[in-house]
Structures are given as structure tokens and as C-alpha cells.
């Protein structure tokens, strides 16, 4: 949804900072293993109980993932091996966050209740998966009503303000369903139209 809607703007902030950081030395890589270190810290804090210094290691991860590719373009080096590096992160990332609160929860709450954050991680990754399959089969499954972007805004949100964390939890897992089903039925809809 942000993807879509905001990109444009985020690209007229991001822009000029991206060619900031080449003119230093910084490159798209530096960023996404910086991102990559900031989510192991974010991790460890989340899961310690230290929620509110999470956010903000989870804030600097959101920086590495958003400058990244503003840095690739302003310096020319946007490859597949890039886009491969960066999703690939991303997807540890997703996994380093979700089992960060996990173990928070293990320690807080019941023994089962680690089971909301995985269900969550696991409904993610359909989510990555049908963009990735889908591209690769040529259509498009990009949008749907919790993207990468706002599931990481409304964790960070949800850690801020830990006593809405469990609910927040539950939001999330039912809208990354929905958007699961939307993104099935949108490729369905392409792979239908090219049998014809």
C-alpha cells in the first residue's frame, strides 16, 4: 500500500540522500547489511524486554532497507544481484524481527503464545513468495493491505506502546492474511487472462 501510494514522495526524500552517500563512499550493500546488523540488534533488545531501545534499532533497520536502493540508483549499480542481496536480507530480517518478539513473548506470556509472531512470519513469507514466483512468471503481485512497509511501521508502533502488542499482533496476522488472498487472486486473475 505505501509501495504504491507514497513511492513517488519517499523517492523525492530519498533521492538526494542516496546521492549523499555515494559522493562518501557509502554503497547500496553497506546499507542493507547495515540494516541486516541493526536487525540482530533489534532482536536481541526485543527479546531482553528492552522494547522501547528495539524501536529504535528497528527504526535504523527501516533506513538501511529504504536507503539501499536510493543509494544503488544514484550510483548506477541497481542489478539483479543487488535485488537478490536485498530481498534475501529483508527475508532474514523479517525473521530476526517476528522471532525477536517471540522470545519476548516466551518470556512474558504463555508458552504458546510465541505462536502469534511465527504465524505471522510464516504468513509474510506467502506473501514474499507470491511476489517473487509471480514476477518470475511475469505478472504482477505487488499491493495488497500490509506490505513489508507497514507491517515493519506497525511493529515498530506495536513495541513503542507494548501494552497493545498482543492485539496489534492479532490485527496484523488477520490484514497479512488478507493480503495473501488478495495477492492469489490478483496473479490468478493475470495467469487466467493469458490462457485466452
Known amino acids: 500500500m505505501f509501495d504504491g501510494s507514497f513511492r513517488k514522495g519517499v523517492d523525492q526524500v530519498t533521492d538526494p540522500v542516496g546521492r549523499s552517500f555515494v559522493r562518501i563512499g557509502i554503497s547500496a550493500d553497506h546499507l542493507t547489511l547495515f540494516g541486516l546488523v541493526m536487525s540482530v540488534a533489534t532482536a536481541i533488545a526485543v527479546g531482553a524486554g528492552e522494547l522501547k531501545l528495539g524501536v ?17 540508483k544514484a550510483a548506477g549499480t541497481s542489478s539483479a544481484r543487488g535485488a537478490f542481496f536485498d530481498s534475501t536480507i529483508d527475508r532474514v530480517t523479517d525473521a530476526l524481527l517476528l522471532g525477536g518478539i517471540a522470545w519476548h513473548l516466551a518470556e512474558t506470556e504463555s ?13 509474510s513469507s506467502v506473501i514474499s513468495y507470491e511476489r517473487a514466483k509471480a514476477e518470475l512468471l511475469g505478472f ?5 493491505l500490509m ?13 513503542f506502546f507494548d ?8 490485527v496484523m496476522l488477520v490484514l497479512t492474511s488478507i493480503t495473501a488472498v488478495q495477492r492469489f487472486f490478483k496473479v490468478w486473475a493475470q495467469a487466467t487472462r493469458a490462457l485466452r
Open 56 to 72: 529504535l534499532f528497528l527504526v535504523l533497520t527501516a533506513l538501511g532497507d529504504l536507503l539501499d536502493g536510493a543509494v544503488a
Open 111 to 123: 508458552a504458546h503464545m510465541p505462536i502469534l509472531p511465527m504465524a505471522l512470519l510464516a504468513v
Open 140 to 144: 504482477d503481485a505487488k499491493g495488497g
Open 147 to 159: 506490505e513489508r512497509a507497514e507491517r515493519v511501521f506497525v511493529l515498530g508502533f506495536a513495541l
Open 163 to 170: 501494552a497493545i502488542l498482543i492485539p496489534v499482533l492479532w
